[in-house]
């Protein structure tokens, strides 16, 4: 194991250039673990740290998806029952994945402060196959139950969402590769390569990312000029497009979900869903009309721009 450290939807579309109707899939959006990937140094069976708290966890139990780590009790209410350790045999802790604070992983979601409505609808559409693109939740969402998936949604609804993401604007970045559990982190070779037309985001602290430690975040790095391209496109047709459903500063109003301070993998990743229909329900029929022109390139500026708000 390594230590590196590097330091929904709704917006209106008003006579911007078009593009394709149907974008090429991109693939940094969606990681997947390598095949073969690099490999890693062997665990040594000891229990590993995380700064400022004073529990230690063994790779197994990092990895128990059904009792995960909780480094920092202190920092979020008392977890339910479905979030801590879910209900076995089909239903993993919510928290396995986005950790007790909400905030997750690129290759998961931060839901953290997201109307628990809103929560309880995707979960319904994942039920009922309207959204696709994860076959894990859809498979927790059959499987749970009513009681499991009121109260994990009311627990995350109650969060703050923290600052979780620095956005860096680069012409270069680190080579990565997707470690298991689609966790994406630094090449072994340590080199650099041109970023291009991609969303790269990398753990402030790799050791934290893969001990599913909600202390340390992320760097998003974009391309050069995409944050200010995305915020013309975002508020184009004004007053502020976006935030008409969006709320305020983009911080989410009611039943509708922020994007402020959201990751930008994940926000690049549901527009894509949604304009190729892997993401459908109710609550997207709005956006269907508006995502359909959109390139990649616009769903990557706007994704930096929300990424840069404040949560």
């Known amino acids: 194991m390594r230590k590196t450290a590097l330091g929904v939807l709704g917006f209106a579309w008003f006579g911007l250039a078009a593009s394709a109707l149907a974008a090429d899939r991109p693939e940094w959006a969606f990681p997947v673990t390598d095949k073969t990937p690099p490999a890693m140094l062997p665990d040594d069976g000891k229990p590993k740290s995380a700064p400022g708290s004073d529990r230690g966890y063994t790779r197994a139990q990092i990895e128990d998806l059904f009792n995960p780590p909780d480094w920092y009790p202190n920092i979020h209410p008392a977890m339910p029952s479905v ?146 391209k995305g915020k013309a496109l975002a508020q184009s047709g004004g007053p502020q497009a976006c935030a008409q459903c969006h709320g305020e500063d983009n911080r989410g109003a009611k039943e509708i979900p922020g994007l402020a301070g959201r990751t930008p993998t994940y926000l690049v990743r549901q527009l894509f869903m949604i304009q190729n229909g892997e993401r459908a329900g109710v609550g997207v029929e709005p956006m269907k009309a508006i995502v359909a022109k959109l390139s990649v390139d616009d769903m990557l500026n706007l994704a930096a721009y929300f990424g840069s708000l404040e949560p």
């Open 83 to 228: 979030v801590a350790k879910g209900e076995a045999p089909n239903v993993r802790a919510c928290a396995a994945c986005h950790l007790p604070t909400g905030t997750g992983h690129t290759e998961s979601a931060n839901i953290a402060a997201m109307p628990a409505s809103y929560l309880l609808q995707q979960m319904d559409d994942y039920k009922t196959g309207a959204r696709k693109g994860s076959g894990s939740m859809l498979a927790i969402a059959k499987a749970i139950s009513d009681e499991g998936n009121k109260a994990a949604a009311a627990y995350f609804a109650s969060l703050k969402q923290p600052k979780w993401i620095r956005v860096v604007e680069a012409e270069t970045v680190p080579k990565t590769y997707v470690a298991a559990g689609n966790k994406r982190v630094i090449h072994p070779d340590h080199i650099f390569e041109p970023l291009g037309a991609r969303v790269i985001e990398l753990a402030e602290d790799e050791n934290r990312l893969l001990n599913r430690d909600p202390g340390s975040g992320f760097v998003a790095f974009v391309p050069k000029g995409s944050v200010e």
